[in-house]
């Protein structure tokens, strides 16, 4: 999923090469709109969910990336540490991963942490397991047990 139609060809492209292409729905527009769509939809729910869009939105991702989500899926998310600068957030885009950052740990539909990278700058990528939750059109009973 992404908004860039260039990025999606290249993508459709690798896809086919793999020879996946019957298996995998390249989505282009944004992804706010895209991902209530496919809520909509009731499109089985991801495995496995890679955030690296605007990072201003990653609070509502993750909160999009959960509901699309079942018990066992994992929602990776790329440059949560910034260099540090989520320490101290002095922009709005830091500031929101600070909050997507500060959701995990009080959030008893994920256990997570975040793994630090060493890139030109340290930065990071959050990995988080989802616990429960009530996915798509259905009320999930995993036999996991919520933490309440
Ligand atoms: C940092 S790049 C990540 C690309 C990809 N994850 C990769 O590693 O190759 C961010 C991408 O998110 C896309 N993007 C940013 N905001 C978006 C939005 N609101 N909806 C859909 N895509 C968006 C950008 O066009 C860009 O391609």
Do not use: Q
Not at 24 to 52: C, T
Not at 64 to 92: E, F, H, M, Q, Y
Not at 119 to 137: H, Y
């Amino acid at each position: 999923m992404g908004r860039d139609e260039r990025h999606a060809e290249v993508a459709r492209e690798n896809v086919a090469e793999a020879g996946l292409s019957d298996g995998v729905n390249v989505r282009v527009g944004d992804a706010m709109k895209l991902l209530g769509a496919m809520v909509d939809e009731s499109v089985e729910p991801f495995g496995l969910v890679f955030i690296d869009a605007d990072k201003g939105g990653y609070p509502e991702y993750l909160e999009w990336a959960v509901r699309l989500s079942r018990p066992g899926s994992v929602i990776l998310a790329d440059n949560t540490i910034r260099g540090g600068a989520v320490l101290d957030p002095k922009d709005g885009p830091t500031r929101a991963i600070r909050e997507f950052n500060e959701v995990g740990p009080g959030d008893t539909r994920l256990a997570g942490t975040i793994l630090p990278l060493m890139r030109a700058r340290i930065d990071g990528v959050a990995v988080a397991r989802v616990l429960w939750g009530e996915s798509i059109g259905e009320k999930l009973s995993t036999g996991l047990v919520s933490p309440e």
